[in-house]
């Protein structure tokens, strides 16, 4: 299968391992950073045997900030309810 298959999947299963670190005790703040660690990690084993190393902390790093903008979207999506009366100062139903 292609590389770019793993790479997808990661993302998801990066969040699911920052949440479970979340509930351990891990402040917030060090969610994006702990998303990007573990990125680095999953692109090195996906990557380690066909690219050169530079290319799969890249690759790394990519699926981690990914993950992390997966994650901030779909805070900012879950709240936009909230935005939007909080402006208008209107309660939606």
Not at 15 to 28: D, H, I, P, R, T
Not at 78 to 90: A, F, Q, Y
Request: aromatic share 6%; net charge positive; proline share 5%.
């Amino acid at each position: 299968m292609n590389n770019g298959f793993y790479d997808v999947i990661a993302i998801p299963v990066i969040n699911g391992l920052v949440e479970m670190a979340k509930l351990a005790g891990l402040q917030k703040r060090f969610c994006p950073i702990l998303a990007v660690l573990l990125g680095v990690v999953m692109g090195l084993y996906i990557s380690a045997p066909h690219e050169p190393l530079p290319m799969a902390v890249l690759r790394g790093v990519i699926i981690g900030l990914s993950a992390v903008g997966l994650y901030s979207g779909g805070r900012n999506v879950l709240r936009w309810d909230e935005l939007i009366v909080e402006k208008s100062g209107k309660k939606i139903k």
